[in-house]
């Protein structure tokens, strides 16, 4: 058979757009059914019962960032030609086990430091609860991200669309069925885990993983091994900044209130965070290739171009979201969190900060360079943990202007890796 022609620049440029078009379709999917499902639960939940969730949630996205870094990243950014069609499927089931063991083994973990807390740390005894909701929830949301990877990298993105689709009216239907009969904090964590359930179960039906193979699985991880493990290391750094994992900090510093208060006025910024995640899910993988194909003024290219799109979109809208804070809080949460507005304009330009360090820390990922990124994040958290306790009297303002700060430092810190790592790999580039 005669091997396939590139398709022309200009079928290109529109199987690009079409994929990201799916991709913040997707994104937007998962975003608004978290949005929906938050406003849903905060007007009908106590507020220590909506903290909680916030909490797990949380906890979720603490363990997540580990499995990303083991699991996602060197999945996502391996280039590969597949030999044949079993080949190709031995090759993503073989990622998706590891995935599954990866999944149960951070849940685990999380039961782990729950009763840790539990048993150790009297203050802070109602983190135990959230926690262990955080990982009864892990594997589910873990399984149903991993699955529409698996689209992504057989270019998919429509389908992964559909699945973030199913998620979305699941997540609804569970958090309207826990404020209509058990309006409390175990219920209202188990509707994001039941609709994940049902998003992934959909997925295998279409992808069929073949049947587990220890010995394969490992091999396909291995070369990776020595990049995983730093990034995972990057992760213990991250967790003090990460706009997702920063709540449970909150809650420790200033107690299940304002961790309420940070999860309402985090439910109306963190759209934008969605678009990064769509973003990302389309230019990782296309900065990889545009690496391989073109060396660093591809990937630069590439990059830049990320760049670009993140300050348009997420921009623009947290611009819109500051602007309106007032009547879009009294929409989503009916009075019940009314007076956070400037708290929500203060994450706007926090969260707008976070959103421009994408595209630095994805040349990083792709260049290998995970030690110089860990160097970076360090000094981030270490900024972080210095301004969050000077912003413990000022409360949550104080928190998002301290978040603010540290994402400030971090896009300085990030420029310079980035400039170091470019440098350096393009020493190590064969000369023409």
Sequence with gaps: MAASQPLPLAARLRDRRLARVFALADQG?????????????????????????????????????FHRSLITLPYVTEHR????????????SDWWWLNVAAALALAI?????????QVALPAQRWLAQP????????????????????????ERAWAAALVST?????????ALLAATLRPDAVAGALAWGAAATLATIAALVVLRPARPAAARAWSRFAPHGRFAGWLALNIF???????????????????????AVFTAART??????????????????????????????????AIGGTRRTLIVLTGGYLALVALFAHPLIALVFHGQYAGVERDVQLLCAAFFLFCLNQPSETLLIVLRA????????????????????????????????????????????????ERHALTRHRLSEPSA
């Design 81 to 92: 030609d597949a030999r044949d069609a079993a080949d190709d499927r031995r090759y993503h």
């Design 237 to 259: 750094p991250y967790t003090v900044y990460s706009t997702a994992t920063v709540v449970i900090l909150i809650g420790a510093l200033l107690g299940p209130g304002a961790a």
């Design 166 to 174: 199913l998620f979305f009216v699941a997540l609804i239907g569970g």
């Design 370 to 417: 995970s030690r110089t990124m860990f160097v970076t994040r360090a000094a981030t958290a270490l900024v972080t943990l210095a301004a969050l306790v000077l912003a413990i009297p000022h409360g949550v303002a104080g928190m998002a202007i301290a978040i603010a700060v540290s994402q400030l430092a971090n896009i300085l810190l990030l420029a310079l890796a």
């Design 29 to 65: 999917f998962q975003g608004l059914g978290s949005i929906a499902a938050s406003a849903i639960l905060g007007r009908h939940l106590p507020p220590d019962d909506f903290g909680a969730v916030g909490v797990a949630i949380g906890a979720y996205y603490f363990v997540a960032g």
């Design 131 to 154: 926690l262990a909701l955080g990982a009864a929830i892990t594997p589910p949301l873990l399984a149903a991200d991993f699955v529409r990877r698996w689209f992504y990298k057989h």
């Design 109 to 117: 973990a999380l039961v782990a430091i729950a009763a840790a807390v």
């Design 268 to 301: 109306l910024t963190n759209p934008a965070v969605s678009i990064v995640s769509a973003i990302d899910s389309t230019d990782k993988p296309r900065a990889a290739a545009a690496l391989a194909q073109g060396g660093t003024p591809g990937l630069r290219h």
